[in-house]
T-cell receptor, first 114, second 109 residues
Framework: AQTVTQSQPEMSVQEAETVTLSCTYD???????LFWYKQPPSRQMILVIR??????QNATENRFSVNFQKAAKSFSLKISDSQLGDTAMYFC???????????FGTGTRLTIIP | DSGVTQTPKHLITATGQRVTLRCSPR?????VYWYQQSLDQGLQFLIQ???????AKGNILERFSAQQFPDLHSELNLSSLELGDSALYFC????????FGPGTRLLVL
């Protein structure tokens, strides 16, 4: 069974600063995908970024980038130039190729301070 | 907008009642997934349907059931409701990447 661990329940950072959210996972699978989802106060689940395990290059989406360390089973999210709209719960999630069931971490509540 | 729609947005009902949540996947997606988000259990996978057939089952109670219709929309039926069933219920569609609907907030009183 897969597990996803987010060890930072809450974080806060000043607007325009950079923040890194941590995520580790445990799996015996070799082919899988990792995701970060954002859940703002509206409670909508919004896909932020995706990483395929077979790709060595770290994924980037505008101000969001990941540091994927496959051997260490680590998948952190870096948010650059943070904005007030980044305030949200952030969930790390795992899916094994061919499984199609997402396993989520417990989330990190991120607050951007004006 | 993810392209996944869910109705209703909010639902308030009493213990012992039955409710039906509805989901329409993104255009072209054959899979529908249901998740429950509660305060004490976090986000839990309930069930997946693919092109009308049940594909995978997670932590879904026997009081809950789902189906996917020929037009690919799905319904999640919750019966004999208990206070602990109060939660946010999400539907998602996609394949390796799942896109979530806005959710249905269920409150059981």
């Amino acid at each position: 069974a897969q597990t996803v661990t987010q060890s930072q329940p809450e974080m806060s950072v000043q607007e325009a600063e950079t923040v890194t959210l941590s995520c580790t996972y445990d799996t015996s699978e070799s082919n899988y995908y990792l995701f970060w989802y954002k859940q703002p106060p509206s409670r909508q689940m919004i896909l932020v970024i995706r990483q395929e395990a077979y790709k060595q290059q770290n994924a980037t989406e505008n101000r969001f980038s990941v540091n994927f360390q496959k051997a260490a089973k680590s998948f952190s999210l870096k948010i650059s130039d943070s904005q007030l709209g980044d305030t949200a719960m952030y969930f790390c999630a795992f899916i094994a190729f061919g499984n199609e069931k997402l396993t989520f971490g417990t989330g990190t509540r991120l607050t951007i301070i004006p | 907008d993810s392209g996944v729609t869910q109705t209703p947005k909010h639902l308030i009902t009493a213990t012992g009642q039955r409710v039906t949540l509805r989901c329409s996947p993104r255009s072209g997606d054959l899979s529908v997934y249901w998740y429950q988000q509660s305060l004490d259990q976090g986000l839990q996978f309930l069930i997946q349907y693919y092109n009308g057939e049940e594909r995978a089952k997670g932590n879904i109670l026997e009081r809950f059931s789902a189906q996917q219709f020929p037009d690919l929309h799905s319904e999640l039926n919750l019966s004999s409701l208990e206070l602990g069933d109060s939660a946010l219920y999400f539907c998602a569609s996609g394949k390796e990447t799942q896109y979530f609907g806005p959710g249905t907030r269920l409150l059981v009183l």
